[in-house]
């Protein structure tokens, strides 16, 4: 679960800013022991004043990313569940509209779709967004619902004597609140909880918390990051995942180098716990390292959210587990305006 979020949770995605519009592309590729993977993203945010009024502005954003995967592994469980194939190409779209209704409020949604030869996907979701105590302090309320289909499949679980029958169809809802707090000129505090439901799995709780501080003698920027995640319950044989709880903490430092250079730091600690059956004595305990960072160029020396400059990053990073696994990743992108 961790190896198919560091990917993802490294590229830069979209800002939905003030601006007529902006087009961002970056690829990157994961190595590790048993798999190897190449994903590409472009995505691109337009925003139009339909409506005339401050506070009713409007952002609309749309995006695709392909990964192909090719498994070393020929017992992983995908391999199996595609009849011995190795490789697996993944596609998916996503796009999210926002409209502001007046100052501190606005209406979202967003919806996306997943497809590859071990099954397709697709969500759609709403949130509702408020801002308080003078525009310092914002909430957003979210609900998406998710359906999956996959290839029906069955495998018998390693040292458990438990067979497990992947079933056809997976619905489920994500419920989410979360907050954003600008707690002084130089602090931002972020949080969150959000319900998970599916049909395969007991019910999963996740809080999330950050911190963001920005040191203006040296003009950098503190990122302090933690989460929890907790799936406990009965564990039917419908899923190759059982009983999980997991824990993480990051810290990220970013430096200002000259007028156009940002470079970041981060390290992230991972705890997970999983009982692969409930019913079994077996538990599986992984902890794991991170390093990571980037170095960005900006076209014009800008503030943080470089909301006028295009700009170029690279980013790479370092992963081992206690299985042992080890893992490395390094991409490329871009971004500019229109």
Same mark, same amino acid.
């Given at each position: 679960?961790?190896?198919?979020?560091?990917?993802?949770?490294?590229?830069?995605?979209? %800002?939905?800013?003030?601006?007529?519009?902006?087009?961002?592309?970056?690829?990157?590729?994961?190595?590790?022991?048993?798999?190897?993977?190449?994903?590409?993203?472009?995505?691109?945010?337009?925003?139009?004043?339909?409506? $005339?009024?401050?506070?009713?502005g409007s952002s609309f954003s749309l995006g695709l990313t392909a990964k192909q995967t090719e498994y070393s592994?020929?017992?992983?469980?995908?391999?199996?569940? &595609?009849?011995?194939?190795?490789?697996?190409?993944?596609?998916?779209?996503?796009?999210?509209?926002?409209?502001?209704?007046?100052?501190g409020r606005s209406v979202g949604a967003n919806f996306g779709l997943g497809d590859s030869r071990a099954g397709?996907?697709?969500?759609?979701?709403?949130?509702?967004?408020?801002?308080?105590? $003078?525009?310092?302090?914002?909430?957003?309320?979210?609900?998406?619902?998710?359906?999956?289909?996959?290839?029906?499949? %069955?495998?018998?679980?390693?040292?458990?004597?438990?067979?497990?029958?992947?079933? $056809?169809?997976?619905?489920?809802?994500?419920?989410?609140?979360?907050? #954003?707090?600008?707690?002084?000129?130089? &602090?931002?505090?972020?949080?969150?909880?959000?319900?998970?439901?599916? %049909?395969?799995?007991?019910?999963?709780?996740?809080?999330?918390?950050?911190?963001?501080?920005?040191?203006?003698?040296?003009?950098?920027?503190?990122?302090?990051?933690?989460?929890? #995640?907790?799936?406990?319950?009965?564990?039917?044989?419908?899923?190759?995942?059982?009983?999980?709880?997991?824990?993480?903490?990051?810290?990220?430092?970013?430096?200002?180098?000259?007028?156009?250079?940002?470079?970041?730091?981060?390290?992230?600690?991972?705890?997970?716990?999983?009982?692969?059956?409930?019913?079994?004595?077996?538990?599986?305990?992984?902890?794991?390292?991170?390093?990571?960072?980037?170095?960005?160029?900006?076209?014009?020396?800008?503030?943080?959210?470089?909301?006028?400059?295009?700009?170029?990053?690279?980013?790479?990073?370092?992963?081992?587990?206690?299985?042992?696994?080890?893992?490395?990743? %390094?991409?490329?992108?871009?971004?500019?305006?229109?």
């Amino acid at each position: 679960m961790l190896r198919k979020t560091i990917i993802s949770t490294s590229l830069f995605f979209l %800002s939905t800013q003030s601006l007529a519009g902006r087009i961002e592309t970056a690829g990157a590729f994961y190595k590790e022991d048993s798999q190897s993977t190449f994903i590409e993203s472009l995505s691109t945010t337009f925003n139009p004043k339909w409506i $005339e009024g401050e506070g009713y502005g409007s952002s609309f954003s749309l995006g695709l990313t392909a990964k192909q995967t090719e498994y070393s592994d020929k017992n992983d469980p995908v391999v199996k569940q &595609l009849n011995g194939e190795t490789e697996l190409k993944q596609f998916s779209g996503s796009g999210s509209f926002s409209q502001g209704l007046g100052i501190g409020r606005s209406v979202g949604a967003n919806f996306g779709l997943g497809d590859s030869r071990a099954g397709s996907s697709k969500w759609l979701g709403v949130n509702f967004g408020e801002w308080w105590l $003078e525009e310092t302090f914002q909430t957003v309320f979210s609900a998406t619902r998710t359906w999956v289909e996959q290839i029906p499949y %069955s495998t018998l679980l390693p040292g458990d004597l438990q067979r497990v029958y992947l079933p $056809e169809n997976v619905d489920g809802w994500n419920f989410g609140v979360s907050f #954003y707090q600008l707690t002084t000129p130089n &602090l931002i505090l972020r949080g969150g909880y959000n319900l998970i439901t599916r %049909s395969d799995r007991p019910n999963a709780h996740a809080l999330n918390a950050e911190g963001r501080y920005y040191v203006e003698p040296t003009r950098s920027a503190i990122h302090l990051k933690g989460a929890y #995640y907790l799936n406990v319950g009965e564990v039917k044989p419908v899923s190759l995942y059982g009983e999980v709880e997991a824990y993480s903490a990051s810290l990220e430092w970013h430096q200002r180098l000259a007028k156009q250079w940002i470079l970041m730091g981060g390290y992230r600690y991972y705890f997970e716990k999983e009982t692969p059956v409930a019913a079994t004595a077996s538990i599986n305990q992984i902890g794991s390292d991170y390093f990571y960072g980037s170095l960005r160029w900006r076209f014009a020396d800008v503030g943080w959210t470089a909301e006028e400059s295009p700009e170029i990053y690279v980013f790479g990073g370092f992963y081992q587990n206690n299985e042992p696994n080890k893992a490395y990743m %390094s991409g490329i992108g871009a971004s500019l305006y229109f």
